[in-house]
């Protein structure tokens, strides 16, 4: 009976230490069912998509190193992908998300994300990748909390309060994704949303009666740590709260040097955390506001967002005009100040007790440089497109790197250009051949009419220049080369340039995209395939056992269980450990 129980014990500990990936790190299981709900945010009822029942979707909470497990069940009408940009997936693009990397999960399926978020701290959130599906939704944050043992650079808050704000349609994903099909662009949105909520009726006449709103309760004195998401098209959004500054601290897993802001920029797909005194004396409600940027303001004045922030001891509604936006909209040379102050704090621990500093970047030779050039959509054999480099991405059948291992070919194309070309604009499946342990420039030059955001997945990277009109080898003069900051999705101002530096040191296939969802589903993105050719298993993880298969290897998928079966014995993977642990104490009774 003795060896019974022990082998009963032997079993368990690696059946879970095997199939789920996991050493010694802890690990957190969540799970996902995404469905659509009908709301009605602007005072129209529309179908929206949900996780668990709830829009927004809830929080992820993990902490450095943890290892997460999040059971996907796909309850669409479509396919479905789960991306989690910023968590860097060390060797472990299977698990990133996107349709280079995955095959999707096909409706009434369910898929398990397996990954950790090693060496990482910080605010992010999550989103479904395909088909235009984040303009219904599906969204939700993302944070990763230092270790006990890792002070943070400031005092801790007395809580965390979530901000999820992002511009806004009254039609669902499936009709957008019509209107670009068709040739036309989105048109102006009908709202901003804060927390998946309409407007605080602040105006009678730009707001109508019956909107339901975000309220925000804290109590005077303390501090909070806003951690605050633009998650939504292709809307630049200006962040305020009424009589309160904003203490920039972090952005995307970096500490920031500490500055006060009266308003801060957040552009599509970036994060931000800020601490925030309720040092006010709550005569009345204060207003949270977020608005259209550089914009014509008189005609998106209805594109704003305001929630309602509440001292426990408040003493009335909020009331009178909302706090003034910044006014330099043909003075964007004025706005990219803001962007070029964000730096990094070099001597605050990040994800371990060495400064943040410690590497220094403005040292490494650079080994390549690529130019990627973005243009406003153009014509591709009648289609409506966005292009890098003049050229549109086409969505590969085959995953990237399952195309390699199982030598499918002509999946891809490893030519993707370092340079514009001055060649008529084509669509392809050009992906940039980078090199294992490089240390890489790229310029993002914008010859586009709008602002824009580019996200890479997989890496961060330090955000060394930003500037108007075009890039040169002599622009290099005016890098920050000592605290840029370290980040993963950068702004990139219409008519200029941004420029980064990007180590190589993780293995796999990775997204760059246009972040602008618009721009995104018409073809601005390509990936970065980066392939240590002495592998042996240490840089890149193989594929996962619950992988699936598609295109070219649609043969070598079984059939996999419904998605009710596999949340039972996978899915609910607590009460999984729960029963195993209970089977095991009654063993041994």
Request: with cysteine.
């Amino acid at each position: 009976m003795v060896v019974f129980r022990l082998s009963l014990f032997l079993l368990i500990h690696v059946a879970l230490i095997s199939s789920l990936c996991f050493a010694e790190d802890p690990y957190v299981f969540y799970d996902f069912k995404l469905s659509y709900i009908t709301v009605s945010p602007l005072g129209v009822p529309q179908q929206v998509i949900a996780v668990n029942g709830a829009f927004p979707a809830s929080l992820v909470n993990t902490t450095t190193n943890e290892n997460v497990a999040i059971n996907v069940d796909n309850q669409l009408d479509e396919n479905l992908l789960m991306t989690w940009p910023g968590i860097q997936m060390r060797r472990n693009s299977w698990q990133d998300g996107v349709v280079g990397t995955n095959c999707p999960i096909q409706p009434k399926k369910n898929f398990t994300y397996r990954f950790q978020v090693k060496d990482q701290v910080g605010s992010f959130f999550y989103f479904p990748s395909l088909n235009f599906q984040r303009a219904s939704g599906g969204f939700g944050p993302f944070i990763i909390n230092n270790r006990s043992s890792v002070e943070i650079p400031f005092a801790r808050p007395h809580g965390d309060i979530f901000i999820l704000i992002g511009d806004w349609y009254t039609q669902n994903h499936t009709a957008l994704r019509t209107t670009l099909d068709s040739g036309e662009e989105l048109g102006l949105p009908d709202g901003v949303l804060i927390n998946g909520k309409g407007p605080y009726r602040y105006n009678t006449t730009l707001v109508p009666d019956g909107i339901e709103y975000e309220t925000v309760k804290v109590d005077p004195g303390k501090t909070y740590r806003f951690r605050v998401h633009n998650v939504g098209i292709s809307t630049s959004l200006n962040f305020r709260i009424q009589g309160h500054m904003l203490l920039l601290v972090e952005t995307e897993g970096y500490y920031t040097v500490q500055q006060n802001f009266t308003s801060f920029d957040i552009h599509v797909g970036q994060s931000y955390s800020f601490l925030v005194t309720m040092d006010q004396n709550a005569t009345t409600d204060y207003y949270i506001v977020a608005s259209a940027r550089f914009v014509n303001e008189s005609v998106w004045e209805r594109v704003t967002g305001v929630a309602i922030l509440h001292y426990s001891n408040s003493k009335g509604p909020a009331m009178g005009p909302l706090p003034v936006a910044p006014s330099d909209i043909y003075n964007q040379w004025s706005a990219m100040n803001q962007p070029k102050a964000i730096r990094q704090n070099t001597s605050a621990s990040g994800a371990r007790s060495n400064p943040q500093g410690s590497f220094h970047y403005g040292s490494i030779n650079v080994t390549d440089t690529y130019v990627l050039r973005s243009l406003s959509p153009v014509r591709i054999d009648g289609k409506l497109r966005a292009t890098l480099n003049g050229i549109s991405f086409v969505n590969p059948d085959t995953p990237i790197r399952l195309a390699d291992l199982h030598n499918v070919k002509g999946a891809y194309k490893l030519d993707f250009p370092k340079n514009p070309l001055d060649r008529t604009p084509q669509m392809d499946r050009s992906v940039i051949n980078a090199t294992y342990k490089g240390f890489i420039e790229v310029i993002l030059q914008s010859n586009d009419t709008r602002m824009q955001s580019f996200h890479m997945d997989g890496y961060a990277f330090f955000v060394v220049g930003m500037d108007f009109g075009q890039w040169t080898e002599s622009s290099r003069n005016k890098y920050n080369k000592w605290d840029a900051i370290f980040r993963s999705t950068i702004e990139v101002y219409p008519g200029g340039w941004t420029a980064v530096l990007i180590s190589l040191d993780n293995v796999g296939v990775w997204n760059l995209r246009a972040e602008n969802l618009d721009r995104w589903y018409l073809g601005q993105e390509t990936y970065m395939r980066i392939i240590n050719p002495e592998e042996n298993g240490d840089t890149e993880m193989p594929p996962p056992d619950n992988v699936f298969y598609c295109g070219a290897l649609q043969s070598l998928q079984k059939e996999s269980p419904s998605s009710t079966a596999v949340t039972l014995l996978s899915g609910n993977s607590k009460l999984f450990l729960t029963i195993l642990a209970s089977i095991f104490t009654f063993s041994l009774s």
